[in-house]
């Protein structure tokens, strides 16, 4: 009978083990995805209105990023400073742009200026603050500007 209430406890003891070690798994594979979720950026933070500097003029621009139904992003001019320049507004400047989560950055775009077509990248610096790379083959032979986040369009 001893050995019988021996068992009987030993199994119970066992049973309550694997009910812990099941519910620490279970909060920390639930931690690992909280922790995953806040600490990269995602693809669609990218989406906005920005404001930005013509490299070469100076002039004040609002350039709105979306997605278009193929997952890639594209920028397109919605506000100029310089009305001499209004027709612009509503062209696309970037196509094709496409998210990649490991670099945190919008790659393998394509930018026409002043009738030239680049390559191009886009990455967050900080928070609201964009990196803007054009290049012709290869990154280091380019150019980058930095765009700031803006809450609405302007009029």
Same mark, same amino acid.
């Given at each position: 009978?001893?050995?019988? &209430? !021996?068992?009987?406890?030993? #199994? #119970?003891?066992?049973?309550? $083990?694997?009910?812990?070690? #099941?519910? %620490? !798994? $279970?909060?920390?594979?639930?931690?690992?995805?909280?922790?995953?979720?806040?600490?990269?950026?995602?693809? &669609?933070?990218?989406?906005?209105?920005?404001?930005?500097?013509?490299?070469?003029?100076? &002039?004040?621009?609002?350039?709105?990023?979306?997605?278009?139904?193929?997952?890639?992003?594209?920028?397109? +001019?919605?506000?100029?400073?310089? %009305?001499?320049?209004? &027709?612009?507004? @509503?062209?696309?400047?970037?196509?094709?742009?496409?998210?990649?989560?490991?670099?945190?950055?919008?790659?393998?775009?394509?930018?026409?200026?002043?009738?030239?077509?680049?390559?191009?990248? +886009?990455?967050? /610096?900080?928070? @609201?603050?964009?990196? /803007?790379? @054009?290049? %012709?083959? +290869?990154?280091?032979?380019?150019?980058?500007?930095?765009?700031?986040?803006?809450?609405?369009?302007?009029?």
């Amino acid at each position: 009978m001893v050995t019988c &209430d !021996f068992f009987v406890s030993l #199994r #119970r003891e066992t049973q309550r $083990i694997f009910k812990m070690k #099941r519910l %620490l !798994f $279970i909060i920390l594979i639930a931690s690992m995805q909280i922790v995953a979720a806040f600490s990269q950026t995602k693809a &669609d933070d990218i989406i906005g209105y920005y404001l930005a500097y013509d490299p070469k003029t100076g &002039d004040k621009l609002q350039m709105e990023v979306y997605k278009t139904p193929e997952a890639k992003y594209e920028i397109k +001019i919605v506000w100029v400073e310089n %009305l001499t320049t209004s &027709d612009h507004v @509503g062209t696309v400047q970037f196509r094709n742009l496409t998210y990649d989560p490991k670099n945190n950055e919008w790659i393998n775009g394509r930018v026409m200026y002043e009738g030239s077509e680049y390559s191009t990248k +886009i990455s967050f /610096v900080e928070p @609201g603050k964009l990196k /803007v790379r @054009g290049y %012709l083959g +290869i990154s280091l032979l380019g150019k980058s500007v930095y765009w700031t986040k803006e809450k609405e369009l302007r009029k």
